[in-house]
């Protein structure tokens, strides 16, 4: 799931060498950090959220075939 919010976040922003993913387990549930450049902040959120909503949607339902729980933050 990882290499899929970074395959996302890297075609959305201008700046595709500063996307970084960070993974960290909380529990039973998996935590993706996704880290940008300021200046492509608006492109991954998206106007009212959007963007983000849509990504997060995207790895619950991956997470979901495998049986796991996915919470993505943008840093």
């Given at each position: 799931m990882k290499e899929l919010v970074?395959?996302?976040?890297r075609s959305l922003v201008d700046?595709?060498?500063?996307?970084e993913v960070i993974?960290?387990?909380a529990g039973n549930i998996i935590v993706l950090e996704l880290?940008?450049?300021?200046a492509?902040?608006?492109?991954?959120i998206g106007k009212?959220?959007?963007?983000?909503?849509?990504?997060r949607?995207?790895?619950?339902?991956v997470?979901?075939?495998?049986g796991t729980r996915v919470s993505v933050e943008i840093v």
């Open positions: 970074e395959y996302i976040a700046y595709p060498d500063q996307v993974e960290t387990h880290h940008v450049a300021s492509d902040m608006g492109r991954v009212s959220g959007r963007v983000a909503n849509a990504i949607t995207l790895v619950r339902l997470a979901a075939q495998d």
